[in-house]
């Protein structure tokens, strides 16, 4: 059996990141990829057969990937920033809506909310901006870095308001007290909901963690448009870990692990069985449960480490059931136990952008940045009881984005110049749980209309008109549900992020003694340690659950 330093269960893009830092440092990486490519949910692809159409299928857009991972790993990457931030049609009258645009002056930016009847919240909007600017600032850098504490990064706020309102109470009592409009309110609100099933006033706090990491990203908030697609991102990460000496296997499905250091995995050639000095687990944490759970023959005896324990999904860890584990990560692990997406994503390609109720905004502004549509307060509120019912949101809140605006590369020369451009569709609230209620193709299929029927709300004219068809005819659509996306990309309950998001930083409790502890990415056993979304900074497409991982084994050889 060969022995390597580092095995990475998982080729998405933090298990690239991972081997690319690693392979970089000299150490003997082996990736092991199920899939017949690399990438994970980062990925570009022809979606509609004989279409020239490179659609960024699952994750779209780009945030949380810092400046200082592109630099040392001498990522060739193009990222756009969108002249507009939003467009929201007010659902009771689509024809007017709020438009925000970044290079609007005051005055503008005055009239724009006066045209919903909001112009009380423009004082508390531009507020917000200068809050989150803030938070940003102050947070951003940390995520490089080892986690700092509870303490330390609240005095990196330096704001003892802003950290009560979005850290301390719930993201629905800090809206609600900010802001007068219904409208406005759920622009704001959406950024704590992306792949979150939640309420906005749970004291959980679910959604102000992921408020936290949307406002965040970059330093700025800014979510930006990858030209080439999300299958740039992955490409350029495979190919500096490649060039660095990392071996990248596809074809190899992954079928058990040990705690001792042992992988079990199966490609062409049948099973194989390697050992590791660490593993890292590019996966979700209830996949890697159940990995562990199917074991791997030991390369050698080895005791279990102090901190080893049940698997999750079988018996939740508990303090007094594993007092070694320290707060930071029991913290982790129990939002984990039972992981619930809540989205379907539905692509498409379209002849022509569609026209709109609103006659003051034309579609080319209203698509560029972030289109909300029937994402009042009210509605996502109302969208949430709904789902936890079992019963699919009617209507459907969405966001939309048009990559095609921003980069039309994606689309060959003939298809860019006839006016097509593609949609990107995210519904809220399409909670793991109504795939009790339908099956797959069912639930499909009534996602899907909901989705173009939340879209015919706002718009001139049917979506269905202005539909591509592909070489046999069919309309270009293409729906993702989280049934669909636990069976492709091996997400729990469809969970884009592996479970709900972790604040990022250590929370109270002893000092962190390991260097796995420090980074975030510790498990309940000393030579596997977590490098995906289901590390304690992990979540979208950053690359941080790649480089903290990669950190840590780095620091623990010294």
């Keep these: 059996m060969r022995a390597h330093d580092v095995v990475i269960l998982g080729g998405g893009h933090n298990g690239l990141t991972a081997a690319a830092y690693l392979a970089r440092a000299g150490l003997d990486v082996l990736l092991l990829e199920r899939d017949d490519h690399l990438g994970g949910a980062a990925v570009s692809a022809e979606a509609f057969e004989g279409v020239e159409a490179r659609l960024s299928r699952y994750s779209y857009l780009v945030s949380l990937l810092p400046a200082r991972i592109v630099e040392e790993l001498g990522l060739e990457l193009e990222l756009v920033r969108r002249r507009f931030s939003s467009y929201t049609p007010d659902p009771a009258d689509p024809a007017r809506g709020l438009l925000v645009d970044r290079d609007a002056d005051d005055a503008a930016l005055a009239a724009a909310f006066a045209r919903v009847g909001a112009e009380a919240d423009v004082a508390a909007w531009r507020g917000l901006g200068t809050e ?66 939640t309420s906005l006033d749970d004291p959980a706090l679910d959604a102000n963690r992921c408020f936290l990491y949307h406002v965040i990203g970059g330093g700025t908030g800014d979510w930006d448009v990858p030209v080439g697609g999300m299958g740039a991102v992955t490409g350029e990460l495979e190919r500096v870990a490649r060039a660095a000496g990392a071996t990248l296997l596809t074809g190899a499905e992954v079928l058990g692990a040990s705690p001792a250091g042992a992988v079990r995995y199966r490609d062409a050639s049948g099973e194989q069985l390697v050992g590791a000095g660490t593993i890292l687990a590019n996966v979700a944490p209830a996949v890697l449960d159940r990995l562990l759970a199917a074991g791997a023959p030991a390369p050698e005896a080895s005791e279990p480490h102090p901190e080893a324990s049940a698997s999750r999904t079988q018996a939740p860890f508990a303090e007094d059931r594993v007092p070694g584990i320290p707060p930071v990560v029991l913290e982790r692990l129990r939002h984990l136990d039972a992981p619930e997406g809540a989205q379907v994503k539905v692509n498409l390609l379209l002849t022509r952008l569609p026209r709109l109720r609103d006659p003051e905004v034309a579609p080319e502004q209203a698509f560029a940045g972030t289109f909300h549509i029937n994402e009042l307060e009210s509605q996502l509120e109302g969208a949430f009881r709904a789902a936890a019912r079992g019963a699919i949101p009617d209507p459907l809140p969405c966001e939309i984005y048009c990559h095609t605006l921003s980069d039309p590369t994606i689309l060959s020369p003939e298809l860019a110049a006839s006016g097509a451009h593609t949609l990107t569709v995210f519904g809220l609230h399409a909670a793991d749980r109504l795939g009790e209620r339908f099956g797959a193709d069912e639930l499909r299929e009534r996602l899907q209309q909901a989705v173009l029927d939340s879209l015919d709300s706002v718009l001139a004219e049917p979506i269905a008109d202005v539909i591509a068809r592909d070489a046999a005819g069919r309309p270009c659509i293409e729906t993702k549900t989280t049934r669909d996306l636990e069976a492709a990309l091996a997400m729990p309950g469809g969970h884009i992020f592996h479970g709900p998001l972790s604040w990022p930083w250590a929370e109270p409790g002893r000092p962190l003694a390991t260097a796995a502890e420090r980074w975030g990415v510790a498990t309940a056993h000393e030579r596997i340690l977590l490098c995906g979304s289901g590390a304690v900074r992990g979540g979208a497409v950053s690359g941080l659950g790649g480089q903290n991982a990669a950190m840590a084994v780095l620091e623990s050889r010294g």
């Design 132 to 197: 989150t600017a803030r938070l940003a600032t102050a947070l951003f850098p940390t995520l490089t870095e080892p986690l700092p504490t509870r303490g330390e990064a609240r005095a990196l706020v330096g704001d003892e308001r802003v950290w009560r309102d979005f850290v301390e109470r719930p993201l629905g009592e800090t809206v609600d007290a900010r802001f007068a409009s219904d409208l406005v309110r759920g622009i704001v609100a959406t950024d704590g909901l992306i792949g979150t099933f």
